[in-house]
């Protein structure tokens, strides 16, 4: 059965998992009935980030534009332009294995595209979660609700996967950004055009 995490928990992965290699990680969102005018877009994305807490190149920076890390240790499988349905809206594939020497932390992220100019925020968003699947035999192994505590946000920090002593472990992180993908990737040290 999977660990229900709440904000700021932290979790061992791979310590009571030693055959865990190989995870999916899957955002889900659904739009509360407020109507902008226009659709909700939510895009997942994760920075791979060496010890300083910033991506080492633009490569690192897995999203929409670039699905898949050359490492092949993180991939994005597509973007989902509306939030309808049932389950994960994005998934992300991630590889332990192939996560590179210099990758010490997964952060997992969803903002909402052109939310600006579109008038909106995290707000009019509920049921956002993410969990984490063993890929190898589909049991789910953590699954974080973020709650409604965000208003004017655009963006989001769900959590992190991170190493400690060889191990992986995740934290579930909750924290609220504004300034949609910009400014994450100013925090995470991506320069944007």
Request: charged share 25%.
């Amino acid at each position: 059965m999977a660990i229900n995490l709440t904000k700021g928990q932290k979790v061992d992965l791979t310590k009571g998992n030693p055959g865990l290699k190989k995870l999916m990680v899957g955002l889900g969102w659904d739009v509360n009935a407020y109507d902008s005018g226009a659709d909700f877009d939510l895009d997942a994305a994760a920075f791979m980030l060496g010890d300083n807490g910033k991506c080492p190149t633009e490569k690192e920076f897995i999203f929409y534009g670039n699905l898949t890390h050359p490492s092949e240790s993180l991939k994005h499988m597509g973007d989902n332009l509306t939030g309808e349905g049932e389950g994960d809206d994005e998934q992300i594939f991630v590889d332990l294995t192939k996560i590179p020497s210099n990758v010490s932390k997964v952060a997992f992220t969803v903002t909402i595209y052109e939310a600006e100019e579109r008038g909106q925020n995290f707000g009019q968003v509920s049921n956002s979660f993410i969990r984490i699947v063993d890929e190898s035999t589909g049991r789910e192994l953590i699954h974080y609700d973020l709650g409604e505590d965000f208003s004017i946000e655009t963006a989001v920090v769900v959590g992190e996967l991170y190493k400690y002593n060889g191990e992986w472990k995740f934290n579930a992180i909750g924290s609220g950004f504004q300034g949609g993908l910009a400014a994450l990737c100013g925090h995470y040290g991506i320069e944007v055009a």
